[in-house]
Every structure is written in structure tokens, then in C-alpha cells.
């Protein structure tokens, strides 16, 4: 259990460290993951198709709470034996970094680092014979870190922008599209907007904007 402090910052109590949360919420997500690509593997083991495993590796350009940045984005999935409203689905994990600038900040030349780690349900359609529209919903763990010590004063600072570290579960939305290159290779764009209440007086959502590269390994690519 949590409650939320006249401070807006989040405190677990005896049973629930800061530090603890990230790893629990991500490894509950992880571990729903791990079951996904077991069932996978298990209905594509009757047919000798292999386990159909997708990696995805993307730049990404984040805002979170009015301070721009760079990172990247690791995401593996695995197809599901599953169709529905004309889309194909996949589920996996899911993990990210970035690091924005501090707007108003209590601590000069610092950047906020945020991390997640999570799993996603993605349903994707097939438009064109290699354009694949997409629709993802992601749910993590997050940690927002501001290193250093905050000056006197600090108080007047926004509480999102003052030094020191705090977690939070997430969810969102995201979406792109993606184009096949050949049978193992494709590139991909998209967005993603995440709500959080890593504070209580600021739930503005975080998003990113997202270009990389996929691949199907050729071991496990699905033919």
C-alpha cells in the first residue's frame, strides 16, 4: 500500500521502499511476459515454426514535465496465436532511458534520468504489403532521479523539479507504423504517452516521439 505525503512525494511505508517499486511492478510485468512467450512458444512448437521473436530498438526524444530529451527504447516481443478486428497481436517487455533537461530546476546543469521497465499488448494491421499501422499499450514501472542536494529555498521550485528520486506505476498508449524491409528487417516511428503519478500536484503526462529498427533473429523469425 501507498499514501501520498502533504509533500507530493510518494511514501510506501515500512513494506514498500522507494527503491523496491520499480523492481516489483516491472518484474510483475516482466514476468507476465515470460508466460506470453511460453504460450507462444507452446503454440508454435506444434507446427515447427519457431518462436516468432521480435526486437525492436528505437531513439526517442521525450518531455516530461516541460524538460526535452534524448534516450532510447529496447522493446521484445513475440507474436500471439490470436486475430481480432482484422489485427494481428503481440505482447512482451519492454525497457527505456532518457534523460531531459530540468525547467526551473533547484539544482544547475543537472538532467532528470528516467527509466522504465514494463511489458506492452500491441495489435497491428497490414494496410499495404509492407506498412503495418500499430496500436500499443504499455504498463510500467517508472523512476525519475534528480542527483544533487537541494539549495535553501528550494521550496519555491516546483516539487517535480527539486533534487532526489521517486517511482511510480505507469500506463499509456502508443502508436506508428512500421515498415517491413525484407523478411527479418524492418523500421519504425511512433509515439508514446504515458500517465504516472510520480507527483501529486503534477500528473502531466510524459511522451516521447520514437524512430528505430527492428529485427527478427534469423534463428527464431517466423516463416
Same mark, same amino acid.
Given at each position: 500500500?501507498?499514501?501520498?505525503?502533504?509533500?507530493?512525494?510518494?511514501?510506501?511505508?515500512?513494506?514498500?521502499?522507494?527503491?523496491?517499486?520499480?523492481?516489483?511492478?516491472?518484474?510483475?510485468?516482466?514476468?507476465?511476459?515470460?508466460?506470453?512467450?511460453?504460450?507462444?512458444?507452446?503454440?508454435?512448437?506444434?507446427? *515447427?515454426?519457431?518462436?516468432?521473436?521480435?526486437?525492436?530498438? !528505437? %531513439?526517442?526524444? +521525450?518531455?516530461?514535465?516541460? #524538460?526535452?530529451? $534524448? &534516450?532510447?527504447?529496447?522493446?521484445?516481443?513475440?507474436?500471439?496465436?490470436?486475430?481480432?478486428?482484422?489485427?494481428?497481436?503481440?505482447?512482451?517487455?519492454?525497457?527505456?532511458?532518457?534523460?531531459?533537461?530540468?525547467?526551473?530546476?533547484?539544482?544547475?546543469?543537472?538532467?532528470?534520468?528516467?527509466?522504465?521497465?514494463?511489458?506492452?499488448?500491441?495489435?497491428?494491421?497490414?494496410?499495404?504489403?509492407?506498412?503495418?499501422?500499430?496500436?500499443?499499450?504499455?504498463?510500467?514501472?517508472?523512476?525519475?532521479?534528480?542527483?544533487?542536494?537541494?539549495?535553501? *529555498?528550494?521550496?519555491?521550485?516546483?516539487?517535480?523539479?527539486? !533534487? %532526489?528520486?521517486? +517511482?511510480?506505476?505507469?500506463? #499509456?498508449?502508443? $502508436? &506508428?507504423?512500421?515498415?517491413?524491409?525484407?523478411?527479418?528487417?524492418?523500421?519504425?516511428?511512433?509515439?508514446?504517452?504515458?500517465?504516472?503519478?510520480?507527483?501529486?500536484?503534477?500528473?502531466?503526462?510524459?511522451?516521447?516521439?520514437?524512430?528505430?529498427?527492428?529485427?527478427?533473429?534469423?534463428?527464431?523469425?517466423?516463416?
Amino acid at each position: 500500500m501507498y499514501t501520498w505525503s502533504n509533500d507530493g512525494l510518494l511514501n510506501w511505508g515500512q513494506t514498500m521502499k522507494p527503491h523496491r517499486i520499480l523492481v516489483r511492478t516491472g518484474g510483475l510485468a516482466l514476468t507476465s511476459a515470460i508466460g506470453t512467450l511460453l504460450l507462444a512458444t507452446a503454440a508454435h512448437a506444434q507446427d *515447427g515454426r519457431g518462436i516468432p521473436i521480435n526486437i525492436d530498438l !528505437a %531513439g526517442m526524444y +521525450t518531455d516530461a514535465f516541460g #524538460g526535452t530529451g $534524448g &534516450g532510447f527504447q529496447l522493446t521484445v516481443s513475440t507474436r500471439l496465436p490470436i486475430s481480432l478486428l482484422g489485427a494481428r497481436y503481440t505482447a512482451g517487455g519492454q525497457l527505456w532511458y532518457s534523460q531531459t533537461r530540468i525547467v526551473g530546476g533547484s539544482v544547475n546543469d543537472t538532467r532528470r534520468q528516467l527509466t522504465g521497465v514494463g511489458g506492452h499488448l500491441t495489435a497491428t494491421w497490414n494496410v499495404a504489403n509492407s506498412v503495418f499501422p500499430y496500436l500499443r499499450i504499455p504498463v510500467q514501472g517508472i523512476r525519475s532521479e534528480i542527483s544533487g542536494d537541494s539549495p535553501a *529555498g528550494a521550496t519555491t521550485v516546483p516539487i517535480e523539479n527539486q !533534487a %532526489g528520486t521517486v +517511482t511510480s506505476f505507469a500506463f #499509456g498508449i502508443a $502508436g &506508428g507504423a512500421s515498415m517491413q524491409l525484407g523478411r527479418s528487417f524492418n523500421v519504425f516511428g511512433g509515439f508514446t504517452t504515458l500517465a504516472q503519478r510520480l507527483y501529486e500536484v503534477n500528473h502531466t503526462p510524459i511522451w516521447s516521439l520514437e524512430l528505430g529498427v527492428g529485427v527478427t533473429p534469423g534463428a527464431f523469425r517466423r516463416r
